[in-house]
């Protein structure tokens, strides 16, 4: 007979026939993907995080590092990085509007005279700095690199003469949805790397 489901504020316990992973009675704990996932404790019926690096058993961190998937994966992250970088420089040359973050990093850049990619760097390290020492939140590899690389990327494809400008409405809404297409396409490329 299966045993019956027991809800409360304070905790209740899954039972082991429901087949959902809780401490040591699941082996898709062993699994779980590397940003940390919540569930209760069978023993204590408090909530426990349990985090898995993304390596594979028995082996380093500087084994993990010197990995092919660790390096695909971070090819991955670079190429979406990129394609991020190329679709806010399309939304910014199309001239027809902004999403509102760019907003901020272009008004901020209109009045310091920093270049949009600098600002946008220096609001990231600021959301950062808080989330680490105020809400105690560790940046990952993909946080810090998302801080430190779409920002040059901006700049520089800014810069290029053959980078597509416009000033018609048309036009610019094609650029502008060309922009939000590519972002998509960065949005899919760098999940795969959060997957790993």
Same mark, same amino acid.
């Given at each position: 007979?299966?045993?019956?489901?027991?809800?409360?504020?304070?905790?209740?316990?899954?039972?082991?026939?429901? =087949? !959902?992973?809780?401490? #040591?009675?699941?082996?898709?704990?062993?699994?779980?993907?590397?940003? $940390?996932?919540?569930?209760? +404790? &069978?023993?204590?019926?408090?909530?426990?995080?349990?985090?898995?690096?993304?390596?594979?058993?028995?082996?380093?961190?500087?084994?993990?590092?010197?990995?092919?998937?660790?390096?695909?994966?971070?090819?991955?992250?670079?190429? =979406? !990085?990129?394609?991020? #970088?190329?679709?806010?420089?399309?939304?910014?040359?199309?001239?027809? $509007?902004?999403?509102?973050? +760019? &907003?901020?990093?272009?008004?901020?850049?209109?009045?310091?005279?920093?270049?949009?990619?600098?600002?946008?760097?220096?609001?990231?390290?600021?959301?950062?700095?808080?989330?680490?020492?105020?809400?105690?939140?560790?940046?990952?590899?993909?946080?810090?690199?998302?801080?430190?690389?779409?920002?040059?990327?901006?700049?520089?494809?800014?810069?290029?003469?053959?980078?597509?400008?416009?000033?018609?409405?048309?036009?610019?809404?094609?650029?502008?949805?060309?922009?939000?297409?590519?972002?998509?396409?960065?949005?899919?490329?760098?999940?795969?790397?959060?997957?790993?």
């Amino acid at each position: 007979m299966r045993q019956r489901m027991q809800f409360g504020v304070s905790g209740g316990r899954w039972p082991d026939d429901v =087949g !959902l992973p809780h401490e #040591g009675s699941h082996p898709a704990c062993a699994t779980m993907p590397s940003w $940390g996932h919540q569930w209760r +404790s &069978s023993d204590e019926g408090n909530l426990s995080v349990k985090k898995d690096e993304g390596r594979l058993p028995g082996t380093s961190r500087w084994d993990h590092y010197r990995s092919w998937m660790f390096w695909s994966h971070m090819a991955r992250l670079q190429l =979406g !990085l990129f394609l991020f #970088g190329l679709a806010v420089s399309l939304m910014l040359e199309a001239n027809i $509007g902004l999403d509102p973050w +760019s &907003s901020l990093h272009d008004a901020l850049s209109e009045k310091s005279g920093l270049s949009f990619g600098r600002i946008a760097q220096g609001v990231g390290l600021l959301l950062i700095l808080f989330s680490a020492f105020v809400l105690s939140v560790k940046p990952g590899v993909a946080t810090v690199l998302n801080m430190l690389v779409i920002g040059p990327w901006v700049d520089l494809l800014r810069e290029v003469t053959w980078f597509p400008t416009q000033s018609g409405y048309l036009w610019g809404s094609v650029q502008f949805v060309s922009g939000v297409l590519v972002m998509g396409l960065a949005t899919a490329s760098r999940w795969g790397w959060l997957k790993r």
